[in-house]
């Protein structure tokens, strides 16, 4: 495997990233609208119900031949840890996670979901992570919210509100603001919003939860590989970097499209641009593999990759994007390949050599 990049010339078929499929919920009337609140006693009442709620859901959820505990509130970085999906249905249904950890015998530590804008943080889908030993992983997209006016605290209510519930849950949140920003294909990202602002808005999300004690939340920077070519450009991410006391982990986002692509190549890049901003622990946040790629072969160099480079993991895109590319491992070679690869990895904190279980 070459660490030398593919030149413009060589691929041009490298498309920009296929995006996920998850929708954009409407706010209904009775979400809230541009407000400000105040945070008073009644926030204790507000959090106090929460956590009688999560501990009534956790108790409904919790299935005793899965239950292996929560992870600590901060999380280990230990390389080659972190195995994540997004699986079909969630955060509204369990059942696809439940139908990736059959198939591929492996039980993930972290469960992606996709929040818009004004949706409230999803309790009961994190209380069954937890019971699972696993952590939420929630990307939360700021569809049709002005950028701008979050960085000026136009929404610091539904934040407000958001920050309480992740607090009273208590147990670890990885939380991803406006994903992907230095791709063209989002409101909040490059060629639409600026990266001052994007920036001002990611350090002001932050502060809030930060003022409002939710410090159970690792914050996670998550940006798209980078390429240059004739089908569009994803620029490095350096503009957008909020600094180092905003954000805890990296993510990347990156997919394998075509037999001859490699992780190195593919990956390495953007690992690079990275490196020259933070020395923060990097989880490939969003990734697949179609099986016209030959994914077993991609399964096997994913987590190679993982493992040469010393990142924390992966999060597994298990459906079929919005353009109709499967990601989901169905074949029998590749679900062999996925349990293979995931057997190399230690459950995060424990002591290297215990295979997850």
């Not at 818009?116 to 929630?138: D, I, N, Q, Y």
């Not at 958001?162 to 607090?167: C, D, K, M, Q, T």
């Not at 180092?244 to 993510?251: E, I, K, S």
């Not at 790629?293 to 919005?322: E, S």
Request: aromatic letters at 12%.
């Amino acid at each position: 495997m070459s660490d030398r990049p593919p030149q413009p010339e060589e691929r041009p078929h490298l498309m920009l990233q296929p995006r996920r499929n998850h929708g954009k919920r409407r706010r209904s009337n009775n979400e809230p609208r541009n407000r400000r609140r105040i945070v008073t006693t009644s926030a204790a009442i507000v959090a106090a119900a929460a956590i009688v709620a999560g501990v009534s859901l956790y108790n409904k959820s919790v299935d005793s031949a899965t239950s292996v505990g929560p992870l600590p509130v901060h999380l280990p970085t230990t390389p080659q840890s972190y195995l994540g999906v997004y699986a079909d249905g969630a955060p509204n249904s369990s059942d696809g996670v439940t139908a990736f950890t059959n198939a591929t015998g492996a039980k993930p530590d972290v469960l992606m979901y996709y929040s818009g804008w004004f949706e409230p943080f999803k309790t009961g889908f994190a209380t069954m992570a937890a019971s699972r030993g696993a952590v939420p992983l929630v990307q939360m997209d700021p569809a049709n919210a002005s950028i701008a006016g979050i960085a000026h605290g136009q929404y610091d209510g539904y934040l407000s509100d958001y920050a309480e519930a992740v607090r009273a849950y208590g147990h670890p949140v990885i939380l991803s603001f406006g994903p992907e920003m230095n791709g063209s294909w989002y409101a909040w990202g490059y060629t639409h919003t600026s990266p001052a602002v994007f920036v001002a808005a990611w350090r002001h999300v932050v502060t809030v939860f930060r003022a409002l004690g939710a410090h159970n939340v690792t914050w996670l920077w998550t940006i798209n590989i980078v390429n240059d070519t004739q089908s569009g450009r994803i620029p490095p991410p350096g503009p957008w970097w909020p600094g180092n006391a905003y954000v805890d982990w990296v993510g990347i986002d990156g997919y394998y499209l075509e037999s001859t692509w490699q992780f190195a190549p593919l990956f390495g890049p953007t690992i690079s641009a990275v490196r020259a901003l933070t020395k923060d622990p990097i989880l490939v946040a969003e990734t697949g593999a179609t099986a016209a790629a030959g994914q077993p072969t991609k399964i096997d160099d994913l987590f190679a990759g993982i493992r040469l480079y010393g990142l924390l993991g992966l999060v597994w895109f298990d459906t079929t994007n919005y353009q109709g590319l499967d990601f989901s491992i169905s074949s029998p070679a590749a679900l062999a390949a996925f349990r293979k690869d995931a057997s190399t990895f230690d459950r995060p904190g424990s002591l290297k050599g215990n295979p997850r279980k």
